[in-house]
């Protein structure tokens, strides 16, 4: 039995743009129905269109999402920050909430980097991050700041409670066994938390995160490894005690 042979061709052209690939273009003739060199072009500039309209209903949500994520940890990152704030703010106004802001710095994290190397500072990174994820609510945010600092929002979360929250957070970082590579024994790290409240401490994004700034370096300059509250006259230390008792602290709030 003999097939007739197609008289029709075809070829596969890629829908792509930049390095997304958006699917395939097929194009099929004959030799009633022949291709040109035009009608190539005008394949071509179909596809540059169906990329174009691929890559703006696709890709600009995917890249957005990359921009807002940090790679290493997995969480928001600052470029995210602001945003979040200014729309938990006007949250909060409109609902007559409390929001807090927790600022979070690893102590010493130069240390880990110059000790034992950029990979042993990463696992510290990710775990912490990782420690921290677990400990706040799904509402709550937990972002990577930059380089060693987090910031967690709280929406309807007042000062006593945030304060709560980041000795829990204090507690969880000291007590992780961190595993870095090269080393036999665990690695241990700790935290120092800065604390600001909508509306009290800040009436926008930006007062609030200079407040819970200021907040981490009074705990800082506490000695590390504790909780900082601020207030409107004085900071205030939550201790590194079993039973954490505020007292104040010598640096100014103002």
């Not at 596809?47 to 997995?74: E, F, H, Y």
């Not at 979040?84 to 929001?99: F, Q, S």
């Not at 240390?111 to 990174?125: I, T």
């Not at 945010?141 to 957070?169: C, H, I, K, N, W």
Request: proline residues 3%; charged residues 20%; contains cysteine.
């Amino acid at each position: 039995m003999h097939t007739k042979k197609s008289d029709s061709h075809s070829r596969t052209l890629p829908t792509l743009i930049a390095w997304f690939s958006l699917g395939l273009l097929v194009a099929t003739w004959t030799p009633f129905l022949p291709i040109t060199r035009d009608t190539m072009w005008g394949y071509i500039g179909l596809i540059g269109l169906t990329a174009a309209l691929g890559l703006n209903s696709r890709t600009i949500d995917w890249l957005r999402r990359q921009a807002a994520i940090d790679n290493l940890t997995g969480l928001v990152s600052r470029s995210f920050v602001h945003n979040l704030l200014k729309h938990e703010i006007a949250h909060a106004t409109r609902h007559g909430e409390r929001l807090s802001l927790i600022f979070a710095d690893i102590d010493l994290f130069k240390r880990v980097n110059d000790s034992h190397g950029h990979a042993s500072g990463d696992v510290v990174l990710k775990e912490v991050a990782r420690t921290l994820r677990t400990l706040f609510r799904d509402s709550d945010t937990v972002a990577r700041y930059g380089g060693d600092e987090f910031v967690v929002a709280l929406p309807q979360t007042d000062r006593s409670r945030a304060g709560m929250l980041a000795e829990r957070a204090r507690v969880a970082v000291e007590s992780h066994a961190f595993a870095l590579p090269g080393i036999a024994e665990p690695f241990r790290a700790t935290v120092s938390l800065g604390i600001a409240t909508f509306p009290e401490d800040g009436s926008d994004a930006e007062g609030l995160l200079q407040h819970a700034d200021e907040s981490l370096y009074a705990a800082k300059n506490a000695g590390r490894n504790t909780v900082a509250v601020f207030g409107h006259e004085a900071c205030h230390i939550v201790p590194n005690q079993e039973k954490a008792k505020v007292r104040h602290c010598v640096a100014n709030a103002h």
